[in-house]
């Protein structure tokens, strides 16, 4: 399979490249191209794949900085975000401390929490969505937010992340109130819980498929691939959280409240880690682009 001037599959992606280039190799999952392998004009062999370049186009980072300190990047700003917010829902979910605070300080820990979530998971969709579309030649330096770019699957895995953070702020803020009812409970609290659960389990998994270029793969040595396993498991364990957390009614307990506990820590556990790592990757191969401009 070759083409020129675009990479081609059963769908175009979003890159374009130089003309005289020629595809030799693409592959993803699904309808996705995650891929791709280019021979120039000069024969060289060029090689282009959706997240490292998503991660290392530079195009919203003021400065380099260093790994583990670099308030110009905005890969750096991602990592620690998510860190924080993983940091708050672990602690919300420990019982000795939601003993000692309360139901409303436990509850106001989650919702502080899922604001980082969203503030994170904000700036990786403005990453995604500011993904230059040119690849191999001149790139036009512009950012964008409101995008419709269906065929990637980078930007269904973020937006769909973001929604799910912002159902986490609807769950964690109404668990606030005192007000409701046992079945306004569920539909108000646990409600959004699942929604949010299943957007972040779908995120993950498309994300999963986007570093490993299938549905499923096994990698140890990449630490993309690390990251995004460890997401997904966080990600099953908020589902395995929110299953405990479903409201018996008529009453206000939750159907397990040491497998939501458990779930929840477990799970920020995990995004703890993938978020600390999303440091070492911002930098891993910052110094050494895939093709220079």
């Known amino acids: 399979m070759t083409a020129k001037g675009k990479l081609k ?3 175009k992606p979003y890159i374009t490249v130089p003309k005289e280039w020629a595809c030799t190799e693409s592959t993803g999952p699904g309808p996705f191209i995650t ?37 110009g990047a905005i890969g750096w700003w991602i990592g620690v975000l998510f860190a924080i917010g993983a940091t708050f829902f672990a602690l919300g979910s420990i019982p000795p401390y939601a003993s000692a605070v309360g139901n409303f300080y436990d509850s106001l ?4 929490g899922s604001i980082f979530f969203t503030s994170a998971a904000l700036l990786q969709y403005l990453e995604t969505s500011s993904t230059p579309h040119q690849f191999g030649g001149k790139i036009t330096e512009e950012i964008h937010f409101l995008i419709w770019e269906p065929k990637r699957i980078d930007w269904w895995s973020t937006l769909i992340q973001l929604v799910g953070t912002v159902f986490f702020n609807i769950n964690t803020f109404t668990a606030m109130l005192i007000t409701f009812s046992a079945v306004q409970t569920e539909f108000y609290v646990w409600g959004p ?15 999963y498929s986007e570093v490993g270029h299938a549905f499923f793969s096994f990698n140890i040595r990449d630490l993309s691939w690390w990251i995004a396993f460890l997401n997904l498991l966080g990600s099953i364990s908020f589902g395995v959280s929110a299953v405990g957390a479903f409201i018996v009614l008529p009453t206000f307990q939750p159907f397990d409240p040491f497998l939501m506990n458990l779930g929840t820590f477990t799970g920020a556990i995990c995004f703890f880690l993938g978020a600390t790592l999303l440091l070492p990757e911002r930098t891993q191969m910052c110094r050494a682009r895939t093709i220079k401009n």
Request: charged share 20%.
């Open 193 to 207: 819980d699942l929604y949010g659960s299943i957007c972040f389990l779908v995120s993950s998994y498309l994300a």
């Open 35 to 71: 891929r791709a392998k280019f021979k120039t004009a000069t024969n060289k062999v060029v090689s282009w794949s959706s997240r490292q370049y998503r991660k290392h186009h530079f195009r919203l980072d003021t400065s380099f900085g260093s790994t583990w300190w670099a308030p």
């Open 109 to 112: 820990t989650y919702f502080i």
């Open 9 to 11: 599959r059963q769908h």
